[in-house]
């Protein structure tokens, strides 16, 4: 990391999340009882913002909600784990939304709307060039629109700032743009939708990985869910196992490893050591339900990996 006291700059989503639990999801023309309704600050940019913080990383967020009470209600919760939210603007547009449906089994299915996160041009990212060049880290997701996050890709590599990229959810990318990524983190249908390579085992991660660095990536950390993470670039390599956990919730898991990853960057650590320290937080996060109420601070993951 080129100056570990600048802040990582998360640019991307806030949604509030409805959430409701079920035994499986409906067919088309089926209605059935879910239960435990409950509504919970998401979206994927403020997730791993606030897993940054959470986990004492020094974290500015940038993105949009609207003049609603979700709105407001999203910026106050980032604020409080002291994220800085000086960059969180409020729109003309609703705030984003997600509903997610959890199985029992602890696998969920989101339907966005993307309301004020939609609203981002290529024009609107000019002006946040200078917060990019002074960042150590830029964290991008794709809830935000893609022409904005191409035009975020080529400031960035033109300052020289390295880009950790989650491709979730997959929309295609221009093929120029991949040489500005320093770290690509795809679950496995993201993996498999971007390569054409069907990911559901360590021997297609490692494919799909190399198909991504010939793109022009750095690195790729492909999350696998129970079966941990395939490394694959020039700073990790191989498999990171999961930690063995009963999950009841997987919302936001992916979204707290890449805070893990983010922070542990920050302090200097190895991407090897940054990897274990996602993986440990994101093994609490899938323990509890909800999206950012379900992300530990960084005493608790430190207290759940001591020896003995
Ligand atoms: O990654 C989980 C998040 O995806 C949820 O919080 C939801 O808002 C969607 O953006």
Known sequence: ?????????????????????????????????????STHHGGK?????????RLGGHVHMIGRVGKDDFGQRLKDGLS???????????????????????????????LLSAGANGTYTPEDIDPLAPAIRQAC?????????????????????????????????????PDNCWDAVTYLIPNETEASELTGI?????????????????????????????QGVWAAGAEANGHFPAQKVHAIDTTAAGDTFIGGIATGLQEGLSLT???????????????????????????????ANQPG
């Open 45 to 53: 940019g403020a997730n791993q913002a606030f897993a940054c913080a």
């Open 80 to 110: 409080t784990v002291g994220a800085n939210i000086d960059g969180i603007e409020t729109v003309d547009a609703p705030t984003g939304v997600a509903m997610i449906l959890v199985e029992d089994n602890g696998q969920n299915r989101i």
């Open 198 to 226: 069907p990911v559901d085992s360590l021997d297609s991660a490692s494919q799909a990985a190399k198909q991504l660095l010939a793109r022009g990536v750095k690195q790729v950390l492909i999350t696998l869910g129970s």
């Open 1 to 37: 990391m080129q100056n570990p006291h600048a802040p990582i700059l998360v640019i991307g989503s806030l949604n509030m999340d409805l959430v409701m639990r079920t035994p499986r999801v409906p067919q088309a023309g089926e209605t059935l009882h879910g239960h435990d309704f």
């Open 137 to 173: 880290l830029l964290v991008l997701q794709l809830e935000i629109p893609v022409p904005a996050i191409v035009r975020l890709l080529a400031i960035a590599k033109a300052a020289g700032t390295p880009v950790l990229l989650n491709p979730a959810p997959m929309a295609a990318l």
């Open 273 to 303: 050591e940054a990897i274990q320290l996602g993986q440990a937080a994101s093994a609490i996060t899938v323990s509890r339900r909800g999206a950012q109420s379900a992300i530990p601070a960084r005493h608790e993951v430190t207290s």
